[in-house]
């Protein structure tokens, strides 16, 4: 994966960040040797810090970092967790797991795109296959759309 397509690369190209902000982006593979170690060493990079707002992508699959559908873990303890087997290039990855997640104060969930349209109808349906639909933060959780991720059937 390349240096533009990651999630914090817009982040880090944009913010100022002399500001208080801290970001602690995932470590990819290519950080270490494999990808069991680059999980744990963004789990020791993660232990003690409490994540004021997570803001996380979804995939139009449901998906939240790299917990996908039918291949996540409901009950992972570790804040950081290696993915062996994603369904989307790279197929090695390092993910936050859903209870790091949701033990941020506030997560901002991003669904944008005409790709999402189905993934926000199964928001709204609460379907529980989707990952997406088990992340709920400490003190809020919001979930942005745009135009083309609406509904058909909305107006803008």
């Not at 990808?35 to 409490?50: C, F, P, Q, S, W």
Request: net charge negative.
């Amino acid at each position: 994966m390349s240096l533009e397509e990651r999630n914090d690369f817009a982040l880090r190209t944009n913010l100022d960040l002399t500001t208080r902000i801290h970001l602690h982006p995932v470590l990819s593979p290519e950080d270490v040797q494999d990808v069991e170690t680059a999980a744990k060493r963004y789990n020791a990079d993660l232990h003690g810090i409490e994540i004021d707002l997570a803001i996380v992508g979804v995939g139009p699959d449901g998906h939240v970092g790299s917990l996908f559908p039918d291949i996540w873990d409901e009950e992972e303890s570790r804040s950081a967790i290696a993915v062996l087997n994603s369904p989307k290039p790279p197929a090695v990855r390092v993910s936050l797991s859903m209870g790091k997640i949701n033990s941020s104060q506030r997560v901002w969930l991003l669904a944008c795109g005409e790709n999402k349209r189905d993934v926000v109808n199964g928001i709204r349906a609460n379907d529980l296959h989707l990952p997406v639909n088990h992340v709920s933060a400490r003190q809020e959780t919001l979930v942005f759309i745009d135009g083309n991720s609406s509904p058909a059937d909305e107006s803008h």
